[in-house]
């Protein structure tokens, strides 16, 4: 298992990667050591490595979508050795939002054949390892409030990622009614 950090127009970002794709992704921290940090706390068996070319195309992917464009990040492959199914599938659906659309945890919840399990795929999402990949930040409450988001930065993140793609209207907390 391998790691290299990068910059984006948010800060310094990780990959981490094996033979079989994209193990991790860690959003911009406030410097490299907290991004490195932060790699190395999830991965402690990743090394660093020049990347391979389907993982070089990955982080060029990301640096774009970060500032600003609106990149397709679906054929990046990624590596669910250990994925729980349902999270999977949570995954893989949120990967079909693409840039500058949104949809609610409820959503997925139905798209899954689920209702009534918006909470979960909340929670799936919460410990999604590809953030912006898999882009969990499209995901938004039912009320159209952020919800949560786990990443460094947490929901300010979440809410500049959604700038940089274009989404307007998403409120900062949700209703008190």
Known sequence: MHFMLFETALGPCGVVWNEHGLTGVHLPDANHARTRAGVTRRFPDASPAEPPPAVRDAIDGIGALLRGEKRDLRDI?????????????????????????????????????????????????????????????RVLAADGGMGGFSAPGGVATKRRMLEIEGVEGVRAEPRLF
């Open 77 to 137: 492959a990624l590596n669910f050795d250990g994925v729980p199914a349902f999270n999977r599938r949570v995954y893989e659906l949120a990967r079909t939002i693409p840039p500058g659309a949104t949809m609610t945890y409820g959503d997925i919840a139905l798209r899954l054949a689920m209702p009534g399990t918006a909470r979960a795929v909340g929670q799936a999402l919460g410990q999604n390892p590809w953030p912006i990949v898999v882009p969990c930040h």
